[in-house]
């Protein structure tokens, strides 16, 4: 077997915090010395010596990152946000250049990320094929041989010679699909996590990749999605917080990941060098699960209302915020998500909310999970503006479920709910 | 500051590590993506008067209009010398190279920035972006070229012959400059978005700065070696001569704007690739 990836030492390093010391005016003098002295900053940065350099932070995004991958074979990534899973991917695709260390990589590597990069909307279907062909790196005798087989895969064949601006938002991302899933590279990277689209057209990119494993090509797939992870892939590896701390069938890796980090006493606490610098003005500060006694657990009864509790700091005001919990199965399925402000008059309480700490507290009825350990995603964000913190695997929790509805059969039943529902019997004759 | 050099060791394999030191200009990369550049080229000459009225008469419009004002004021009210070339045909010719000069430093300058989707998520040499934003100009200019003659025939200037063989290299000087200045402003407009608010005001000071609606012939004889480290008066003054005969031909001046604009180039090149590794990451 020949090595299709060998990375060797890799690191990447970030500058951080810069942005924030350079709008710090607090006098008008403050103003006027920084304006006047913005020609020579301004020549020192162009030279490189950034007098700023003292109020630089520096992060790893990645640190000591070393592995092999042989030709053919699917290797997943996991880990959480932050843990350095799209920067590998970045600097594998040569989109960024590491700090330390070497990669080497045979062959053409290829990222159904990119889909529709260059895509121009003037432009007509046919010319979009052959320029964002030509900008994945394809030569345009291979796009003129792949043409046909595109545009039948984009199922816009009648639509071919109209501006793609004219195109529905389905048929545009078929067609970019289609052209980056032609591209026929040895290595093929995808990062599920910024895939765009619907969930069709995310089933699609999973499909597309399988068939890429199954012709005996290489694979790097990054996904938050476990099921996915165990599905489409052997091999796969964790990072934490930049490093690579474990690499081991998907199975073992996928339990190591999930049962990593959470600590066994349902309770999550964030530490400052947990929380990333985007989250600002948003610093989560812990998550609880809790019984309705207020006692903190890590395992709840199914018949017991669960409350969670998110605490959090807010450090400048912010408008339409909503904090929010993903509940999912340990395999990646979720099972509800839920917002504080999703009824009207908490919206319009607490839309906008000035600085200061505050906890979100939700009671989960009883009777709803099954048997089994569930994760608890915290997320906040200000809807179609900006997501500040997320975090899909902060604390997982386990039910118990003696005393749920037919637990006398003592039969596992399928599906991650376990409600009571109000069944009614009736004889008709 | 380290930098990444990607050395083909056998086919197939590229190897990915950051060196230190001035990086190498890896021409090896933009020959394999060539078609890109021609791909980008005709993207923009294509895109550029879509969904206008008045199509690609645009680019016979915006220099004819520029050189009816240039006429009215500087030929009728101010009565500059033209050395006795009609004053449109003189104007006109400079605002040729002008013209694409404008064009090129402001979509190259811009490139990185307005491209920055596909700078952060696919490889491909940087390069490319202000390159093929300086080719693009290349098309009006053509289209304007076919005004001028037009215009030479109209008031009866004869060309001398000699401009087959000149005039492509004070193209080529302009080009050169061009894509120099681009290399630099899009660089640092990665970084620093002040090259965006600088550009018009920055544009219109070098217009004044070169002999675009004046002949440089206006300028005292001692300015004359410092006027011409503008390297643009060198084009502008390179294309009347080849065109319309004036001035005095390739001297001391011409020499002092080609060296100038080859050093913005070359310098705009190492700065570029320099830079290049961090686009990415700062854009």
């Given at each position: 077997?020949?090595?299709?990836?060998?990375?060797?030492?890799?690191?990447?390093?970030?500058?951080?915090?810069?942005?924030?010391?350079?709008?710090?005016?607090?006098?008008?003098?403050?103003?006027?010395?920084?304006?006047?002295?913005?020609?020579?900053?301004?020549?020192?940065?162009?030279i490189g010596k950034s007098d700023r350099r003292m109020n630089q932070n520096f992060v790893w995004a990645l640190k000591d990152v070393s592995f092999d991958l042989e030709e053919g074979k699917v290797l997943g990534i996991v880990g959480r946000n932050g843990a350095g899973k799209s920067t590998l991917l970045k600097i594998l695709s040569r989109v960024t250049e590491p700090t330390t260390g070497t990669v080497s990589v045979r062959g053409r590597v290829?990222?159904?990320?990119?889909?529709?990069?260059?895509?121009?909307?003037?432009?007509?279907?046919?010319?979009?094929?052959?320029?964002?062909?030509?900008?994945?790196?394809?030569?345009?005798?291979?796009?003129?041989?792949?043409?046909?087989?595109?545009?039948?895969?984009?199922?816009?064949?009648?639509?071919?010679?109209?501006?793609?601006?004219?195109?529905?938002?389905?048929?545009?991302?078929?067609?970019?699909?289609?052209?980056?899933?032609?591209?026929?590279?040895?290595?093929?990277?995808?990062?599920?996590?910024?895939?765009?689209?619907?969930?069709?057209?995310?089933?699609?990119?999973?499909?597309?990749?399988?068939?890429?494993?199954?012709?005996?090509?290489?694979?790097?797939?990054?996904?938050?999605?476990?099921?996915?992870?165990?599905?489409?892939?052997?091999?796969?590896?964790?990072?934490?917080?930049?490093?690579?701390?474990?690499?081991?069938?998907?199975?073992?890796?996928?339990?190591?990941?999930?049962?990593?980090?959470?600590?066994?006493?349902?309770?999550?606490?964030?530490?400052?060098?947990?929380?990333?610098?985007?989250?600002?003005?948003?610093?989560?500060?812990?998550?609880?699960?809790?019984?309705?006694?207020?006692?903190?657990?890590?395992?709840?009864?199914?018949?017991?209302?669960?409350?969670?509790?998110?605490?959090?700091?807010?450090?400048?005001?912010?408008?339409?915020?909503?904090?929010?919990?993903?509940?999912?199965?340990?395999?990646?399925?979720?099972?509800?998500?839920?917002?504080?402000?999703?009824?009207?008059?908490?919206y319009e309480k607490f839309d906008s909310r000035t600085a200061g700490r505050y906890i979100s507290r939700a009671e989960i009825p009883a009777d709803i999970f099954n048997e089994g350990r569930y994760s608890v995603g915290v997320n906040a964000s200000s809807f179609g503006v900006r997501r500040y913190f997320m975090d899909e695997n902060a604390l997982a929790f386990n039910v118990d479920i003696s005393g749920a509805p037919g637990t006398q059969w003592?039969?596992?039943?399928?599906?991650?709910?376990?409600?009571?529902?109000?069944?009614?019997?009736?004889?008709?004759? | 500051?380290?930098?990444?050099?990607?050395?083909?060791?056998?086919?197939?394999?590229?190897?990915?590590?950051?060196?230190?030191?001035?990086?190498?200009?890896?021409?090896?990369?933009?020959?394999?993506?060539?078609?890109?550049?021609?791909?980008?080229?005709?993207?923009?000459?294509?895109?550029?008067?879509?969904?206008?009225?008045?199509?690609?008469?645009?680019?016979?419009?915006?220099?004819?209009?520029?050189?009816?004002?240039?006429?009215?004021?500087?030929?009728?009210?101010?009565?500059?010398?033209?050395?006795?070339?009609?004053?449109?045909?003189?104007?006109?010719?400079?605002?040729?190279?002008?013209?694409?000069?404008?064009?090129?430093?402001?979509?190259?300058?811009?490139?990185?920035?307005?491209?920055?989707?596909?700078?952060?998520?696919?490889?491909?040499?940087?390069?490319?972006?202000?390159?093929?934003?300086?080719?693009?100009?290349?098309?009006?200019?053509?289209?304007?070229?076919?005004?001028?003659?037009?215009?030479?025939?109209?008031?009866?200037?004869?060309?001398?012959?000699?401009?087959?063989?000149?005039?492509?290299?004070?193209?080529?000087?302009?080009?050169?400059?061009?894509?120099?200045?681009?290399?630099?402003?899009?660089?640092?407009?990665?970084?620093?978005?002040?090259?965006?608010?600088?550009?018009?005001?920055?544009?219109?000071?070098?217009?004044?700065?070169?002999?675009?609606?004046?002949?440089?012939?206006?300028?005292?004889?001692?300015?004359?070696?410092?006027?011409?480290?503008?390297?643009?008066?060198?084009?502008?003054?390179?294309?009347?001569?080849?065109?319309?005969?004036?001035?005095?031909?390739?001297?001391?001046?011409?020499?002092?704007?080609?060296?100038?604009?080859?050093?913005?180039?070359?310098?705009?090149?190492?700065?570029?690739?320099?830079?290049?590794?961090?686009?990415?990451?700062?854009?």
């Open positions: 077997m020949t090595t299709a990836i060998s990375v060797k030492n890799i690191g990447k390093q970030y500058k951080i915090g810069a942005a924030e010391t350079k709008f710090r005016y607090n006098m008008l003098r403050d103003v006027i010395v920084d304006t006047v002295s913005a020609p020579i900053r301004l020549a020192k940065a162009m290829g990222s159904l990320l990119e889909v529709g990069t260059g895509f121009h909307p003037e432009l007509t279907g046919r010319e979009n094929i052959y320029m964002n062909g030509a900008i994945l790196g394809m030569r345009r005798s291979e796009i003129d041989s792949k043409f046909d087989e595109i545009v039948d895969f984009s199922e816009v064949t009648q639509y071919i010679d109209t501006p793609v601006k004219r195109y529905s938002s389905g048929m545009y991302l078929r067609l970019a699909f289609a052209v980056a899933a032609h591209l026929e590279p040895e290595i093929l990277v995808v990062d599920e996590v910024l895939a765009v689209g619907d969930a069709e057209f995310q089933r699609k990119c999973l499909g597309k990749m399988g068939d890429v494993a199954q012709q005996g090509r290489t694979v790097l797939f990054v996904s938050h999605n476990m099921s996915a992870i165990l599905r489409l892939t052997q091999e796969a590896i964790v990072l934490n917080k930049g490093q690579l701390i474990m690499r081991a069938p998907s199975q073992e890796a996928v339990d190591f990941y999930l049962s990593s980090g959470q600590s066994q006493a349902g309770e999550r606490a964030w530490s400052a060098d947990d929380i990333p610098v985007s989250s600002l003005p948003f610093t989560p500060v812990s998550l609880k699960v809790k019984e309705r006694s207020g006692k903190v657990v890590d395992t709840v009864r199914s018949t017991e209302p669960v409350i969670v509790e998110f605490e959090y700091r807010i450090n400048s005001p912010v408008t339409g915020l909503r904090v929010g919990l993903y509940i999912s199965t340990m395999r990646g399925e979720y099972v509800f998500t839920s917002f504080d402000t999703d009824s009207p008059d908490l003592g039969e596992p039943r399928v599906g991650p709910v376990r409600p009571r529902l109000d069944w009614k019997i009736e004889k008709l004759d | 500051m380290q930098m990444t050099e990607l050395i083909k060791y056998e086919p197939h394999t590229v190897y990915i590590k950051p060196s230190k030191g001035l990086a190498a200009l890896n021409l090896r990369d933009l020959w394999i993506y060539r078609e890109l550049i021609f791909f980008m080229v005709w993207r923009d000459v294509k895109v550029k008067y879509k969904q206008t009225l008045l199509g690609m008469a645009w680019a016979v419009i915006q220099p004819l209009m520029t050189m009816l004002i240039f006429t009215f004021l500087f030929g009728k009210v101010a009565k500059l010398p033209t050395e006795g070339i009609p004053y449109p045909v003189f104007s006109f010719t400079a605002l040729l190279p002008w013209g694409l000069f404008v064009t090129a430093l402001n979509q190259g300058s811009r490139s990185l920035v307005a491209h920055n989707n596909m700078v952060t998520k696919i490889y491909f040499p940087r390069l490319i972006l202000p390159m093929s934003s300086v080719f693009a100009g290349l098309v009006d200019f053509a289209i304007a070229f076919v005004i001028l003659v037009g215009l030479m025939f109209y008031y009866q200037v004869t060309p001398a012959w000699n401009l087959l063989w000149t005039l492509p290299l004070f193209l080529l000087l302009a080009i050169v400059t061009a894509l120099g200045v681009a290399l630099w402003l899009s660089a640092i407009n990665v970084q620093y978005r002040d090259v965006n608010q600088a550009l018009p005001f920055l544009t219109q000071f070098w217009l004044f700065a070169t002999p675009v609606a004046y002949s440089a012939s206006v300028i005292s004889e001692k300015w004359q070696i410092a006027y011409s480290m503008n390297p643009m008066a060198g084009v502008v003054n390179g294309f009347r001569w080849a065109l319309l005969g004036t001035g005095n031909g390739p001297d001391i001046t011409l020499w002092v704007s080609v060296g100038i604009s080859i050093f913005i180039f070359i310098s705009g090149l190492f700065y570029f690739r320099s830079m290049e590794k961090t686009f990415a990451d700062t854009i």
